[in-house]
């Protein structure tokens, strides 16, 4: 039998991989083999460390999305599978990502249909962002090539994925889903909490009974979506935690975290740059399996921390992502000053990069394209 494909979009901060992880869970816990296959345009993913730590097999691509490194994510698949034979992969795009069903989706099913059923397209929404930029909330945005991303992804939605329902009261969440509805008519909108499960079943099941809808094509201007990634800045870091020859014997990572993150955010609101996803994870040296992690998804709220550590730890490996519309150099500028500050100026604390990359992403130039002139 064919293995499913499940592919979640959404932008960045949507949510993404929490619902996975619950989705993933959801699959174990009656018996079916799943497969995680992350994606980032650097290293070091933080998606990736957490799946490991909720003992999930995970295979990360790195160094461009699933269209443009589409071999890739053939390889990831069967790699998994001769791994763990899983019987739904669960993929999740770069979040800066759209014209996927043409790219991923159809050529998967096209090329690769006896290996694969692919599931339609679901795409992850933050509320408060998506109230935003639909116009019916007060907040910051980001430029017109970003938001014509953001737009672009919903539009080839099939599932409308309304996240964090607890942000919204009842009569804000009826205006956000008839908003979805007026502007993408052809999607089925689902609401769901991912961090509490609320409505999750209803969609995951959804999802597994269906097929994508082959006859779906996104028209898209590359140049528009090329030069709307390029005004996201990206930064992946490996930092070192040790409290040895330091005079302190441990410390509370999740406060380490709660406090960088804050600080991070101030520096990067100072320094005018828009917030799209900034999240860390810490783990104790040699142990991945116990992780703190926190997210921050918008400019204008505040870090959360989604998974905690037990006990104090000795020394750790700390993970830093950070996507925001701002200069690449502003990141890493922010980035060091934040870590420089919060672990060796206010704890005494030893640490050292043992990676560090910033850039802003290339133009996408997909493996494989589908158009309705050529499926």
């Not at 001769?82 to 996927?100: M, Q």
């Not at 329902?165 to 769901?192: C, M, N, S, W, Y």
């Not at 406090?259 to 917030?275: D, K």
Request: charged share 25%.
């Amino acid at each position: 039998m064919p293995s499913q494909y499940i592919m979640i979009g959404g932008f960045l901060g949507a949510g993404k991989t929490t619902l996975i992880q619950r989705f993933a869970r959801y699959l174990d816990d009656r018996g079916t083999r799943v497969g995680l296959i992350t994606n980032d345009q650097g290293a070091g993913l933080v998606d990736s460390a957490i799946g490991r730590s909720n003992h999930f097999p995970v295979e990360e691509i790195s160094g461009g999305c699933f269209c443009c490194r589409f071999n890739s994510l053939i390889d990831a698949a069967t790699s998994l599978t001769a791994a763990n034979r899983p019987d739904v992969f669960l993929a999740e795009p770069v979040g800066s990502c759209t014209d996927l069903v043409a790219t991923v989706s159809l050529p998967l099913q096209k090329i690769y249909g006896g290996d694969y059923r692919v599931a339609p397209l679901s795409v992850l929404v933050d509320p408060i962002r998506a109230g935003q930029i639909l116009g019916i909330a007060e907040g910051r945005k980001f430029s017109e090539n970003v938001l014509y991303i953001y737009r672009k992804q919903l539009e080839e939605a099939e599932f409308i994925v309304v996240n964090k329902l607890d942000l919204l009261d009842e009569e804000k969440r009826g205006d956000l889903v008839a908003a979805l509805g007026r502007e993408f008519p052809e999607a089925t909108v689902f609401e769901v909490s991912a961090r509490e499960g609320t409505g999750c079943e209803a969609w995951f099941e959804a999802v597994l009974a269906a097929e994508m809808n082959t006859g779906r094509f996104l028209e898209i201007d590359y140049d528009r979506y090329g030069e709307g990634e390029a005004l996201l800045g990206w930064l992946n870091a490996t930092v070192e935690i040790k409290c040895e020859g330091c005079g302190v014997d441990e410390f509370d990572g999740n406060e380490l975290l709660q406090s960088l993150a804050t600080t991070l955010r101030t520096r990067l609101e100072f320094a005018g740059a828009e917030v799209a996803h900034l999240k860390m994870t810490l783990t104790p040296l040699g142990d991945p399996y116990e992780i703190a992690a926190i997210n921050l998804v918008r400019g204008d709220s505040m870090p959360e921390l989604s998974h905690r550590l037990y006990e104090p730890i000795e020394d750790g490996e700390l993970l830093l992502n950070i996507r925001a519309e701002v200069d690449p150099a502003t990141l890493e500028a922010a980035a060091l000053g934040a870590l420089e500050e919060t672990i060796a100026i206010d704890r005494s604390i030893l640490f050292r990069i043992a990676h560090l990359e910033h850039f802003r992403p290339g133009m996408p130039t997909p493996t494989h394209r589908l158009t309705a002139e050529t499926f």
